[in-house]
């Protein structure tokens, strides 16, 4: 084992670690005995309350439409923050002056405001200014804001996308007779595609999560807005958020698996020019900006 | 033009959620380093810990960790934080526990792979001169893991001024919240989400601008 921080263990430090190993066991489970003991006090233990995940009810009625309405509201987000993202993330890099600053001001504004803030103002902005069906309003509240915060982190990506081609690129395409605009559509962005796939991919879990917020405050029916009237019918606060959390957890483990399976397969890949924008890249793709989309 | 604004305490609102990011960064800051420093340990019970909460905390959404920190810690398991009976309170504190639980899983990433930046050979010519484990740490690797991750930890920092708003969801009576009731009781809805993104432009921008640039100078150049 080669680490920064220690040697391979001789006598002294194997002795050691076997130490902290019982020390840390011990801790770790005096604390689930903790939790353990709580809920059989409280009564959250009771097969009862465990018994509705078996049954196909449960499932039917409260978790499943949830679910759906979750991954409806993901992916509709997302089938529509890309394009315009694509489009926020070229129009920044433009030659032209009036077209880049304020691009900029647009993206580094949606990203720098709470995603919450967004919904609830769009919210408010559908009930006072449309005629959309009040059941159908949360459901595009939800979706506006999950589409303006994402377009304008999937800019920055697209930008650090085109940004890590080799300068050569656009210089060939160039000398060989191509305009600005073909250049960007038949040269850089393919290769920029594939380049931040793995990024984009792994924006979804952003997307994912975030839905959950519609739930609560805009009353979306969502997957956690599902297990409260599934709480409040079979009074199993937490087994539901168990489960409900698992759910998530599941869903999210495998895009996150997807992306890495991605970039691996992209890394390895002899077409790509060896750049791959990861997971990582969506953390913030520049410094200075308000990034950070967690 | 602003008289939209009287008789709501729109400071305090944002005095909240300055309040819920700071204590919510030092205890992350804290526990992450903890998790962090697990993840790296020679020990393999400590590393699986580390490895499972990292990916389980990342992939839940944070709303459905703030929403059970209120309904499944403070009313099923008793944890209320010490504040019993201000309810106020109790959701403030319940609301920090929930963010630091939550923004840890990634400040752990961050230092961790902080550490990752630094070369093996320099922690092993470390060794080489005589340096102690705790000087290796604490005079070599440390120091230069830190530098590098300032970038990393403002993003963190930032998202975290952001998912405060989440708070909302148990009645922490910060920006969103506040933004919410305006928005039902006035018909200014153009200016309430401006004065409100405003807001959080003046908390997050500075904040991005000023880690930014101490991050670029504090890089250790290789």
Known sequence: MTSVLYDTPGPRAKQRNVVLTIVFFVLLALFLWWIWRTMDDKGQLKWALWEPFTTSQAWTTYLLPGLANTMKAAALSMVIALPLGALLGIARLSDHRWVRVPTGAVVEFFRSIPVLLLMLFAAAFYVSSTDISSESRPLYAVVTGLVLYNASVLAEIVRAGILSLPKGQTEAALAVGLRKGQTMTNVLLPQAVTVMLPAIVSQLVVIVKDTALGGVMLNFTELLNARSTLAANYANVIPSFIVVAAIFIVINFLITTFASWLEGKLRRGKKSTGVVLGAAAVGGTEAAGAGGSI | ?222
């Not at chain 2, 959620?17 to 903890?34: E, M, N, P, Q, R």
């Not at chain 2, 398991?77 to 840890?104: C, E, K």
């Not at chain 2, 930014?212 to 504090?218: A, E, N, V």
């Open chain 2, 1 to 222: 033009m602003f008289d939209f604004l009287d008789g709501y305490d729109v400071l305090g609102a944002f005095w909240m959620t300055v309040k819920l990011t700071a204590l919510s960064a030092l205890g992350s800051l804290v526990w992450g380093t903890l998790l962090a420093a697990m993840r790296v340990s020679p020990v393999p019970l400590m590393r699986g810990f580390g490895t499972a909460y990292v990916n389980i905390v990342r992939n839940i959404p944070l709303t459905v960790i703030i929403v059970f920190t209120s309904l499944g810690l403070a009313d099923i398991f008793g944890v209320t934080m010490g504040a019993s009976d201000d309810f106020p309170l109790q959701g403030f504190r319940l609301a920090v526990l929930g963010l630091t639980a939550y923004t840890a899983a990634f400040v752990c990433e961050a230092l961790r792979s902080g550490i990752n930046t630094v070369p093996p050979g320099q922690a092993e010519a470390a060794r080489a001169i005589g340096l102690s484990f705790s000087q290796v740490l604490g005079l070599v690797v440390l120091p230069q893991a830190f530098r590098s991750v300032i970038g990393p930890l403002a993003n963190v920092l930032i998202a975290l001024t952001k998912n405060t708003t989440v708070a909302a969801a148990i009645g922490v009576a910060e920006a969103a919240s506040l933004m919410k009731t305006m928005i039902e009781n006035e018909a200014q809805l153009l200016l309430i989400g401006a004065v409100f993104a405003f807001g959080f432009v003046v908390l997050t921008l500075p904040t991005g601008l000023a880690l930014g640039w101490l991050s670029k100078r504090l890089a250790v150049k290789r």
